[in-house]
């Protein structure tokens, strides 16, 4: 079964400590995203990569970083610099970015924490 | 700058209809998407809308006017599986989406 697999489900992160989510997809698609949701706020991107080894800032991407080494695997490292970082964070993959009609498919979610 | 309302919270009766509606605000509009989300679990693609009208499928439909900025999602004969938040989304002209803070939709049996 195709999909987005997300891992681990629940986070927990300790002052100074850097964290890496897992997001992997076997859609073959070309366009991962990483989103952040918070409670009464809408998902806001942090950020998202359209081919391999390229990926761009979203609205929200100081104190988090990423890399984009093979087009199924898009980790999302939380650094210390990150103030606020408890929140949902969701892993996404669309299969083409002209095509204004592709929905963004998703991962189940990380809820990371601050211990 | 950009935007999108929805309300917070809606309260539905089991069999019922409900209208959950978003406006927007973009820079640029390649369409508007419908998502249905619940509680710790990743969102479902639920619709599409680029021209002015209503698309149905099945239980859902969604209506759209690009003059007023506007859309709905019309949920009928709800079941208590529809209990969920429902996240309305725009593209935008840079092809980025434009989420609002989704819409929490409780079914009382």
Known sequence: DG??????????????QNVTLSCEQNLNHDAMYWYRQDPG?????????????????????????VSREKKESFPLTVT???????AFYLCASSDDTGIPSQPQH?????????? | GQNIDQPTEMTATEG???????????SGFNGLFWYQQHAGEAPTFLSYNVLDGLEEKGRFSSFLSRSKGYSYLLLKELQ???????????????YQLIWGAGTKLIIKP
């Open chain 1, 80 to 86: 210390s610099a990150q103030k606020n970082p408890t």
């Open chain 2, 80 to 94: 208590m599986k529809d209990s969920a938040s429902y996240l309305c989304a725009v593209r935008d002209s840079n």
């Open chain 1, 106 to 115: 998703f991962g189940d979610g990380t809820r990371l924490s601050i211990l």
């Open chain 1, 3 to 16: 999909g987005i697999t997300q891992s681990p489900k629940y986070l927990f992160r300790k002052e100074g």
């Open chain 1, 41 to 65: 706020q809408g998902l806001r991107l942090i950020y998202y990569s359209q081919i391999v080894n390229d990926f761009q800032k979203g609205d929200i991407a100081e104190g988090y970083s």
């Open chain 2, 16 to 26: 019922a209809i409900v209208q959950i509606n978003c406006t927007y605000q973009t």
